[in-house]
């Protein structure tokens, strides 16, 4: 499984970037592709991510209506749009994604979203 993550890169706060994973080497059907993130001494945690059977999305409070999480399933392709960037919102984002044998259960919050595979991660940083 690969997943090729682009798109970091230096925003100045209030702006915009677009993360894109495209996501290859497998045939499960059903899965849960998303987005972790780690900043510098804290713990990673979940940002967002998508199921590929009914397109539920999931997002941490902190990003909800600023990020948005959208895929491609044509092309096992997903993105996160992220608006009005805070400083806080600097990390490395690392894409990742679990299979299922069926359609993935749903869940109470992102926090329960754990991964299987990981990408390279993508640092995004949010400065003046």
């Known amino acids: 499984v690969q997943l090729q993550a682009s798109g970091g890169g230096l925003v100045q706060p209030g702006g915009s970037l677009r993360l894109s994973c495209a996501a290859s080497?497998?045939?499960?059907?059903?899965?849960?592709i998303g987005w972790f993130r780690q900043a510098p001494g804290k713990e990673r945690e979940g940002v967002s991510c998508?199921?590929?059977?009914?397109?539920?999305?999931y997002y941490a409070d902190s990003v909800k209506g600023r990020f948005t999480i959208s895929r491609d399933n044509g092309k096992n392709t997903v993105h996160l749009q992220m608006n009005s960037l805070k400083p806080e919102d600097a990390a490395v984002y690392y894409c990742?994604?679990?299979?299922?044998?069926?359609?993935?259960?749903?869940?109470?919050?992102?926090?329960?979203?754990?991964?299987?595979?990981w990408g390279q991660g993508t640092q995004v940083t949010v400065s003046s």
């Open positions: 990742a994604i679990r299979f299922f044998g069926g359609p993935a259960p749903p869940l109470t919050d992102i926090t329960e979203w754990k991964a299987d595979y």
């Open positions: 080497g497998f045939s499960w059907n059903y899965y849960r």
């Open positions: 998508i199921s590929s059977s009914d397109g539920s999305t």
